[in-house]
């Protein structure tokens, strides 16, 4: 019998011992919050520098684009002197033949018609350089610049005056979902200058990322990052 009084006394404190007092208790749920809200800013910084990665290698690719596209005709395409996120240079840099009323992009993706080409890209703008025209030893043919470019990588857009046309976008969206500067959902173009004010012998290209509340721009002058 006192060997079975003792057992059960033995028991009795272990559970004691095994249990959680309040103060403890609200120790460790302080303790975990604290390892909970690092965890979440050290995945947004991750989360953060892919956004900025991935625009960044859009940005260069873009670039490219229009490097090659300088050696071919000896001038960058130009820009829409009205507004720099509605530029034409999906066309200029995807190339277009005209078909019928149209201007149809190379791979076929995208179309235009001709008689709006200034209602969206500004009156001095009457058609796009890269473009297969003629015939003979005067045919000129156009040249896909960014070739196997993605779904995401391009979306359609409708002007303010009813045109639809062709964006040049960032795959990561805003990626903040209500940063949208041209007020569509999801749909955050390159901005294209011809003169650049960053760069007035040649062009200013950026693209604005909105990351929790805080503008970053990515672009072709001074250090490339910029937080507005």
Known sequence: ????????????ASGKRAAFTLIELLVVISVMGILAGFTLSVLGGIK???YLSTAQGELNQIETALDNYKAKYGVYPPGNANNPLLSQLYYELSGTAINGVNFVTLDGSSQIKIVDVPTAF???VGGFINCSKGSGEEAQVAKNFLPSLPPNRYNLYVTNNGVQTTMLVTSVGGP??????LKAPGLNPFRYANPGTNNPSSYDLWIDLCISGK???IC???SGKLIL
């Open 1 to 12: 019998m006192k060997n079975m009084n003792e057992i059960k006394m033995r028991q009795a």
């Open 48 to 50: 953060k520098r892919q």
């Open 122 to 124: 500004g009156v001095g």
């Open 176 to 181: 903040d979902v209500n940063y949208q500067p």
């Open 215 to 217: 503008t970053n721009r």
């Open 220 to 222: 072709n002058w001074g």
